[in-house]
C-alpha cells in the first residue's frame, strides 16, 4: 500500500517569509508519479507540478520551488517571499500503479 | 481541452432521498475514482474504475455507489444519504503522469 504523510497541519508565516511544505511518501512502485496540489479558499484543486520517480532533478518556477529526494522519499515545496495568495491548502498526492494517494493536507496562512 | 466535469457544484439535500452526481471527462482515460474531503482528512478515495464495468472500493466506500457503463462517465450515487455523508466530493480521470479533477461538489445532507 502507498502513503503519503504531510507532517505539518498548518503554518503560519508573515508576508514575504520563505516557508518549505513537506511530503514524505511510501511505495513499493519503481515507477511512480508525485504531485502538488493548492486548494484556495474557493475549494477547486489547483494542479502545481508533477513529477515522475525517475526524475530528481528539482524545479523552480518562480516562486516556487521543488526538491525531489529519492534517497528520503520526500517531495518537498518551497514557496520564496510568501504572499497573502498563497494562502491555502496544499496537497501533495503519490500515483503509482494502483491508485492516486493525497496526503492530509498543509494548511498555510500568509498574514499581511 | 482536458476536462472532468462533475455536476452538481452544490447541493444540500435531506436524509434517505437519493442522489447522484455526474462525473464526465473527455480524455479517454480509462482510470477514474472518486474521493470525499473532509477537514483534517485530506481527500480519501470512495471509489474507482480501472475501466469500463471494473470497478472497485476505495478507502471510504460505505454508503456509496458508482457504475461505469461507458468510459466517459463514472456517476457517484448516495442511495440513502446520511448527514456523514455531508462533504467535498472529487472526480477524477487518472492516466499515469496526468490526473484531472472535477469542480468539486459540496454537498449537504440535513
Known amino acids: 500500500a502507498q502513503k503519503v504523510t504531510q507532517a505539518q497541519t498548518e503554518i503560519s508565516v508573515v508576508e514575504k517569509e520563505d516557508v518549505t511544505l513537506d511530503c514524505v511518501y511510501e511505495?513499493?512502485?519503481?515507477?511512480?508519479?508525485l504531485f502538488w496540489y493548492k486548494q484556495p479558499p474557493s475549494g477547486e484543486l489547483v494542479f502545481l507540478i508533477r513529477?515522475?520517480?525517475?526524475?530528481?532533478q528539482n524545479e523552480i518556477s518562480g516562486r516556487y520551488s521543488w526538491n525531489f529526494q529519492k534517497s528520503t522519499s520526500s517531495f518537498n515545496f518551497t514557496i520564496t517571499a510568501s504572499q497573502v495568495v498563497d494562502s491555502a491548502v496544499y496537497f501533495c498526492?503519490?500515483?503509482?500503479?494502483?491508485?492516486?494517494?493525497f496526503g492530509k493536507g498543509t494548511m498555510l496562512l500568509v498574514s499581511p | 481541452e482536458a476536462q472532468v466535469t462533475q455536476n452538481p457544484r452544490y447541493l444540500i439535500t435531506v436524509t434517505g432521498k437519493k442522489l447522484t452526481v455526474t462525473c464526465s471527462q473527455n480524455?479517454?482515460?480509462?482510470?477514474m475514482s472518486w474521493y470525499r474531503q473532509d477537514p483534517g482528512l485530506g481527500l480519501r478515495q470512495i471509489y474507482y474504475?480501472?475501466?469500463?464495468?471494473?470497478?472497485d472500493k476505495g478507502d471510504v466506500p460505505e454508503g456509496y455507489k458508482v457504475s461505469r457503463k461507458e468510459k466517459r462517465n463514472f456517476p457517484l450515487i448516495l442511495e440513502s444519504p446520511s448527514p456523514n455523508q455531508t462533504s467535498l466530493y472529487f472526480c477524477a480521470s487518472i492516466r499515469g503522469s496526468e490526473a484531472f479533477f472535477g469542480q468539486g461538489t459540496r454537498l449537504t445532507v440535513v
Open positions: 513529477r515522475n520517480s525517475f526524475d530528481e
Open positions: 498526492a503519490l500515483n503509482g500503479y494502483s491508485t492516486l494517494t
Open positions: 480524455m479517454n482515460h480509462e482510470y
Open positions: 511505495t513499493r512502485d519503481t515507477t511512480y508519479y
Open positions: 474504475s480501472m475501466n469500463v464495468e471494473v470497478t
